[in-house]
């Protein structure tokens, strides 16, 4: 499971990167959910791979899983969505003023 | 804590005057005069009480004892003369700039400025710590800033503003270090502790570089040779601000810390080379450059540089008859400076030039100013029956005395001589040049006297010139006291008179006054000589190109790293963090694999996972296809949901399923303004070099993530789930972190949320954007935008999912939920019926204007924080208890759940705030589609067909309308815009 997970992270990140690389607004705006979607599970990890334990005090349970990075990525999630938005609306913005979606506003070689 | 309200008085009238130029052009005058009566009213009683010598030291409630660093606030002789000068010359300074500021200006900001600088210069004077006393000093730098420029349309001012900045600046962070230092010998920040610990300071290994750090603080603030230049610049504030601060107060804030550390630094031989060489030097530069001055401030911030020098050359003599002399000349030097900066004032609000080439003769039409000018000019020159008489001639005799310490005996009072020859040449030449000197030629405007407004604030200062002059023995009380607390020693035995018989001190006071006539009426053939070498010594030139220097540096770096390419400096960074994460590795011999079991893999994960990778691949390879994409982007958000789910995160999973469908509707209102498909990628070499950078570190960040996931680590996480119940009343560990043990980090979250929000609704404000008409593959966009059966289903869902919403909120703390969720949710809710139901619609029943409600949720977020002060508890502290409801049961209130409340508020108005709004532009441009004839439309297809471009009408279309507006300021920024509409369709390849 452990590396199936690393995996999943990997391919994530990895997408991520690449999109982000490219020359046009779309594109690096996907890349960038990707590339949070692999940090955020990536911090998410820290806490280690517990099934079943969820953070919730009670009677029944005897360990929970590591409530530190589940409160870090929630606000995490949150942030990129602002993140995301401020982004997107910024290459509205260029689109206008610039009149094209890359995103230099020109090709610069 | 009356030395603190004292010191507080000034910034709260800052913020009063600010606000009541509304109730009309002079209240803020009143309301400044109030501030500083109000601070001399406290002041008061406190001055009697150290009248006999004693110091009153107030301590306000601990800061950070840790560092040393607390608020305290000291009263003695010292910081009484000084604060007095800051306090009644400011008083008629407040006075002077009611009248001399023009119907233009406005008085509001002015007098907000002054204020400011008058708490900080009062918070120096009076500060115990001096940490605390660092950052006052730090104050009047920014204030003295604000009021240099206070003409901010003038070159010159921003200019002058600029350099005075950089040079208190950098010499206030020199004071930093010499004052960490200073702290660390003395054992102590608090000044009581420096002051007996002299002796420790100067045998201390480190006294010299720490003393270089100090003085060039002082010498900075007090504008000494070589760092003078920045205050004849900073003659491009008004007048009023040049009297207060360039002769009265700030430039004195480097003397008043000389004489504030005197016991505990001086007496070295290092103090009295430095500190004395220093102060002659500037004294005799100054007074020089002062005569060839044809500006008549110009003059006096020479004149006031040279003067300066004097006093703090009789610091550094260190002797008590020298100190005394110095604190004598402080206060003589205040009062006919600020009185000949004021004239000066007068003399070009009434002609409307300064420029002494220009002004002559002008007795004949305001001679009451002429008298005044004669009188304080006399005291700036040295002349008997003056006060600067007096405390300059104990000057020459400490020179003639004491002069031996810096070398050969005879060599240092001739020098001094020489600076006086100057120093009465310049002033005679103030007074003379411009009130005598023959027939006033044509000057811009028709000279008269001032109003009565302008007249008493010099009558006031020049008064004391007059009467200290001829009674000296007046000043003795107040001198005696003021210099026993700077020695905090017995005073030497002493008596101010005007005659003290025929001696060297006053041989040079006469041919000082002797020499200053002869070269002044020879003053044709000295300014040929200066003109000759005007310009090449002044140290302007060595800070200016030093400045342009350092620029051209930082722009060549910045430019090296920098080409202006997002990709460039993409790739740059992560091919660096990628290299260092890979050397880390590297550079270690610790395995990769860890020894934590292994978790089984069951074929619903594997599945998932699958799934997951194949989309995130898929939506790499068909990223072209934007549209496709953005569907499998959400697929892979979708898995990310399920991945919490099944390892314990149902917070998470909440989370991540309402913040995918907010993403996804914003994607797609974005989408549609943007091209529909990306163009292929021509660079095949640059691909290559992405797909490695990307496999890298995919491939770095799996095995990261497998060396952790095999490993066994150790949390904190067990103090936060013992205490969740306990301390925090919440079953639901994670919501109680956010809200309660963490809560200061959620506050800060949730400020950065909300100014996202406003950030984009800033850009989106005035923007205009095309709607094409037809998506990537040429089908048109569908005219029935909102379908009548989602329609009537969503206005069905809305309660139900708003009661959902609540009931996550109100359960957050004890199950999954919380304000983050129960926010996104509320949102997600609300979007769906702009989305079925349409902009317009749904704005006649909600309102569109989301601030009021993301202000409100910080406001009760953070209020809850302060709430806990009430209580006696540390910010952010939270309190429970157990109410029992009929029906409903136990019933948890916890304070953290009104924290949450306000969480939610905010996350629910930064969403609908982002949405509206580029629904709202969607709306618009749809609306005015039909109107308007063939829109370029971004598919290739369509772009080919459009005509070549060039043509106006074209042009007008890409530019929001309050681009238009700036054009003419934003120049820079409009070429990039028109040279690509001149390229051509730009978005099109």
């Given at each position: 499971m452990e590396a199936m997970i690393s995996i999943l992270i990997g391919v994530l990140t990895a997408g991520g990167v690449y999109l982000c690389l490219r020359s046009h607004t779309f594109p690096v705006v996907l890349g960038l959910t990707l590339l949070s979607y692999g940090v955020n599970l990536f911090l998410f990890m820290m806490g280690r791979l517990v099934i079943g334990k969820p953070p919730i005090i009670s009677d029944d349970a005897s360990s929970y899983a590591d409530p530190i990075p589940q409160a870090l990525v929630l606000t995490a999630i949150v942030i990129s969505f602002a993140m995301t938005a401020y982004i997107i609306v910024l290459a509205l913005k260029a689109r206008n003023e610039m009149g094209n979606d890359h995103v230099d506003g020109k090709d610069v070689r | 804590m009356g030395l603190a309200y004292l010191t507080l008085i000034p910034f709260i009238g800052a913020a009063f005057t600010a606000f009541s130029t509304r109730l009309g052009r002079y209240s803020s005058a009143w309301v400044a005069v109030v501030a500083v009566l109000s601070s001399l009213f406290l002041l008061w009683p406190l001055a009697w009480q150290v009248t006999d010598g004693s110091t009153i030291v107030q301590h306000l409630p601990q800061w950070m004892p840790e560092l040393g660093f607390n608020l305290a606030f000291r009263l003695d002789g010292l910081a009484l003369l000084f604060s007095l000068m800051i306090l009644l010359v400011g008083l008629v300074v407040i006075i002077y700039a009611r009248y001399y500021l023009s119907a233009r200006d406005s008085m509001g900001r002015f007098y907000a400025y002054l204020l400011l600088f008058m708490g900080s210069m009062l918070g120096i004077v009076l500060s115990e710590n001096i940490l605390q006393l660092l950052m006052f000093w730090e104050l009047t730098s920014l204030s003295s800033f604000l009021l240099i420029s206070y003409w901010q349309q003038r070159e010159e001012a921003s200019r002058g503003a600029r350099m005075a900045l950089t040079i208190t600046g950098a010499g206030g962070l020199a004071m930093l270090g010499g004052f960490l230092m200073l702290g660390k010998m003395a054992g102590s920040y608090e000044l009581s502790d420096i002051l007996n610990g002299g002796e420790a300071i100067r045998n201390h290994a480190l006294y010299l570089p720490m003393l270089l750090l100090v003085l060039l603080g002082a010498f900075t603030k007090s504008a000494q040779f070589p760092f003078h230049f920045w205050l004849p610049n900073a003659m491009a504030a008004p007048t009023p601000v040049s009297a207060y601060l360039h002769s009265a107060t700030m430039v004195k804030a480097g003397i008043f810390l000389l004489a504030r550390l005197y016991p505990a630094l001086s007496g070295t031989p290092e103090w009295i080379w430095l500190v004395s060489g220093t102060g002659l030097v500037t004294f005799v530069i100054g007074a020089y450059i002062a005569l060839f001055k044809h500006d008549m401030k110009a003059l006096l911030a020479y004149s006031t540089i040279s003067h300066l020098g004097l006093i703090v050359m009789l610091f550094g003599i260190s002797t008590p008859l020298a100190v005394l002399a110095g604190i004598f000349h402080?206060?003589?030097?205040?009062?006919?400076?600020?009185?000949?900066?004021?004239?000066?004032?007068?003399?070009?609000?009434?002609?409307?030039?300064?420029?002494?080439?220009?002004?002559?003769?002008?007795?004949?039409?305001?001679?009451?100013?002429?008298?005044?000018?004669?009188?304080?000019?006399?005291?700036?020159?040295?002349?008997?029956?003056?006060?600067?008489?007096?405390?300059?001639?104990?000057?020459?005799?400490?020179?003639?005395?004491?002069?031996?310490?810096?070398?050969?005996?005879?060599?240092?009072?001739?020098?001094?001589?020489?600076?006086?020859?100057?120093?009465?040449?310049?002033?005679?030449?103030?007074?003379?040049?411009?009130?005598?000197?023959?027939?006033?030629?044509?000057?811009?405007?028709?000279?008269?006297?001032?109003?009565?407004?302008?007249?008493?604030?010099?009558?006031?200062?020049?008064?004391?010139?007059?009467?200290?002059?001829?009674?000296?023995?007046?000043?003795?009380?107040?001198?005696?006291?003021?210099?026993?607390?700077?020695?905090?020693?017995?005073?030497?035995?002493?008596?101010?008179?005007?005659?003290?018989?025929?001696?060297?001190?006053?041989?040079?006071?006469?041919?000082?006054?002797?020499?200053?006539?002869?070269?002044?009426?020879?003053?044709?053939?000295?300014?040929?000589?200066?003109?000759?070498?005007?310009?090449?010594?002044?140290?302007?030139?060595?800070?200016?190109?030093?400045?342009?220097?350092?620029?051209?540096?930082?722009?060549?770096?910045?430019?090296?790293?920098?080409?202006?390419?997002?990709?460039?400096?993409?790739?740059?960074?992560?091919?660096?963090?990628?290299?260092?994460?890979?050397?880390?590795?590297?550079?270690?011999?610790?395995?990769?694999?860890?020894?934590?079991?292994?978790?089984?893999?069951?074929?619903?994960?594997?599945?998932?996972?699958?799934?997951?990778?194949?989309?995130?691949?898929?939506?790499?390879?068909?990223?072209?296809?934007?549209?496709?994409?953005?569907?499998?982007?959400?697929?892979?958000?979708?898995?990310?949901?399920?991945?919490?789910?099944?390892?314990?995160?149902?917070?998470?999973?909440?989370?991540?399923?309402?913040?995918?469908?907010?993403?996804?509707?914003?994607?797609?209102?974005?989408?549609?303004?943007?091209?529909?498909?990306?163009?292929?990628?021509?660079?095949?070499?640059?691909?290559?070099?992405?797909?490695?950078?990307?496999?890298?570190?995919?491939?770095?960040?799996?095995?990261?993530?497998?060396?952790?996931?095999?490993?066994?680590?150790?949390?904190?996480?067990?103090?936060?789930?013992?205490?969740?119940?306990?301390?925090?009343?919440?079953?639901?560990v994670v919501n109680v972190l956010l809200v309660d043990f963490r809560g200061f980090d959620t506050m800060g979250e949730i400020t950065v949320l909300a100014l996202a929000g406003l950030g984009i609704y800033a850009m989106l404000d005035q923007l205009k954007l095309l709607s094409p008409k037809q998506d990537g593959d040429g089908r048109p966009w569908n005219p029935d935008t909102h379908p009548l059966i989602m329609a009537t289903f969503s206005r069905l869902l809305l309660p139900l999912a708003l009661l959902v919403a609540i009931f996550i909120l109100l359960r957050g703390h004890n199950l999954p939920g919380g304000g983050f969720i129960a926010g996104l949710v509320t949102s997600a809710a609300l979007i769906v019926q702009y989305l079925a139901n349409g902009v317009e619609w749904t704005r006649s029943k909600l309102p569109a204007n989301t601030h009021p409600l993301i202000g409100s949720g910080l406001l009760i977020a953070a209020s809850t924080g302060i709430a806990s002060w009430y209580f006696g508890y540390p910010f952010l502290t939270s309190t429970f208890s157990h109410l029992h409801l009929p029906l409903l049961g136990d019933f948890e209130l916890a304070s953290a759940m009104a924290f949450d409340i306000g969480v939610y508020l905010v996350v629910v108005g930064t969403s609908l705030l982002i949405l509206i709004n580029l629904g709202l532009i969607h709306q618009i441009s749809f609306q005015a589609r039909p109107s308007k004839r063939a829109v370029p439309s971004s598919s290739p297809a369509q772009a080919a067909q459009v005509p070549k471009p060039g043509k106006p009408n074209h042009k007008k279309r890409w530019l929001p309308k309050r681009h238009e507006a700036r054009q003419g300021v934003q120049a820079g920024r409009r070429k990039p815009i028109m040279s690509t509409i001149k390229r051509g369709l730009p978005w099109k390849r």
């Open positions: - | 402080i206060m003589n030097h205040t009062v006919f400076k600020a009185s000949l900066f004021m004239l000066a004032g007068i003399v070009d609000h009434e002609t409307g030039t300064r420029d002494m080439r220009q002004l002559r003769g002008l007795r004949r039409s305001m001679p009451y100013t002429a008298l005044l000018t004669c009188l304080a000019a006399a005291a700036m020159a040295g002349i008997p029956l003056f006060n600067g008489f007096i405390s300059k001639e104990m000057f020459f005799a400490e020179t003639v005395e004491h002069g031996q310490h810096l070398g050969l005996a005879w060599l240092v009072p001739v020098i001094v001589t020489v600076g006086g020859i100057f120093a009465a040449a310049y002033s005679l030449r103030l007074a003379h040049n411009v009130f005598f000197n023959g027939v006033t030629p044509d000057l811009p405007k028709t000279p008269h006297e001032p109003s009565r407004g302008m007249q008493l604030p010099v009558e006031i200062l020049v008064l004391p010139c007059l009467v200290i002059g001829i009674a000296p023995s007046l000043a003795e009380p107040l001198l005696s006291l003021v210099v026993g607390s700077t020695l905090q020693a017995a005073v030497p035995e002493y008596h101010l008179a005007i005659w003290h018989g025929f001696n060297p001190a006053l041989l040079m006071s006469m041919l000082a006054v002797a020499g200053g006539i002869l070269v002044y009426s020879q003053r044709e053939k000295f300014f040929a000589l200066q003109t000759r070498v005007d310009g090449k010594l002044e140290a302007k030139i060595l800070y200016n190109g030093t400045i342009r220097r350092l620029f051209a540096w930082s722009s060549a770096i910045t430019m090296n790293a920098d080409n202006l390419s997002q990709k460039r400096m993409l790739w740059i960074l992560f091919v660096t963090a990628i290299g260092l994460g890979f050397y880390g590795f590297l550079s270690t011999a610790s395995p990769l694999v860890g020894d934590r079991e292994l978790l089984p893999v069951d074929p619903m994960s594997a599945m998932v996972a699958l799934i997951m990778i194949a989309a995130a691949i898929s939506t790499v390879l068909m990223h072209q296809q934007r549209f496709t994409a953005l569907v499998l982007v959400s697929a892979v958000g979708l898995g990310v949901a399920l991945t919490f789910i099944k390892f314990s995160a149902p917070d998470l999973a909440l989370t991540q399923l309402a913040v995918e469908f907010i993403t996804a509707v914003l994607l797609l209102l974005a989408l549609f303004f943007l091209p529909q498909t990306t163009p292929d990628e021509r660079d095949r070499w640059r691909q290559g070099r992405d797909i490695v950078i990307a496999l890298s570190a995919g491939l770095g960040i799996a095995g990261l993530s497998y060396a952790v996931l095999t490993r066994e680590y150790t949390s904190i996480a067990d103090y936060f789930i013992t205490n969740s119940v306990s301390g925090g009343g919440g079953a639901n």
